[in-house]
């Protein structure tokens, strides 16, 4: 497609369940990030995929968090036993090289009540 | 910890004024600086980016000043418009991640 695109857009979830996050990249972009934005907060980085090599996972927080994705297509994060501080906007990415230039989603925000 | 420092993390300007964002950062291996554009509900843009080898990059009403010695740039936003009000990130890499500042709102009075 045109852009990134990310689903949900937005996700209200019950503290304890678990939820799943898709992004669709930008076709022929090898490289694919997600990154967290907190209220007012920078982004931080969550986890790296660049074509088939080991995902790059050292920003999960916890092992409450996974994410996979098939090839160079679709992603998805997932976040198991939700907890209210979970509650972000969830941002995916993608790049053709892996070195900078991202186009971003318009996110998914992720509610925790 | 924060890899890239931002400043301020708000600013009011006049249409027409000068907005100036500052960063700062530690790692000498960084070698690409982006600057990102986000409005409420979308996921932020690329706006400019610029390499060490240079001091400063224009695009536009965008440039971005680079002091390699100090480790600092900034972006200055001329003849700001209300079109420009938006949160405007910061970020700095040294390979394929991106470490990015906490963001400045700027509001653009009209």
């Known amino acids: 497609g045109a852009g990134v695109s990310q689903s949900p857009s937005n996700k209200v979830t019950e503290k304890g369940k678990d939820v799943e996050l898709r992004c669709d990249p930008i076709?022929?972009?090898?490289?694919l990030y997600w990154y967290r934005q907190r209220l007012g907060q920078g982004l931080e980085f969550l986890i790296y995929?660049?074509?088939?090599?080991?995902?790059?996972k050292s920003g999960l927080p916890s092992d409450r968090f996974s994410a996979e994705r098939t090839g160079e297509s679709v992603s998805t994060l997932t976040i198991q036993r939700t907890q209210q501080e979970d509650s972000a906007v969830y941002l995916c990415?993608?790049?053709?090289?892996?070195?900078?230039?991202?186009?971003f989603g318009s996110g998914t925000r992720l509610t925790v009540v | 910890q924060q890899q890239v420092k931002q400043s301020p993390q708000s600013l009011i300007v006049q249409k027409g004024g000068i907005s100036i964002i500052n960063c700062a950062y530690e790692?000498?291996?960084?070698?690409?600086f982006p600057w990102y554009q986000q409005f409420p509900g979308k996921g932020p843009a690329l706006l400019i980016a610029?390499?060490?080898?240079?001091s400063e990059k224009k695009e536009g009403r965008f440039t971005i000043s680079f002091n390699k010695s100090a480790k600092q740039f900034s972006l200055h936003i001329m003849d700001s418009q209300p079109g420009d009000s938006a949160t405007y990130f910061c970020?700095?890499?040294?390979?394929?991640?991106?470490?990015f500042g906490a963001g400045t709102t700027v509001t653009v009075r009209a």
């Open positions: 990415a993608s790049s053709f090289t892996g070195r900078g230039g991202y186009t």
């Open positions: 076709s022929g972009h090898t490289a």
């Open positions: 995929f660049q074509g088939n090599s080991a995902p790059d």
């Open positions: 790692n000498t291996a960084f070698d690409y």
């Open positions: 610029i390499r060490p080898d240079v």
């Open positions: 970020a700095a890499s040294g390979d394929y991640k991106l470490s």
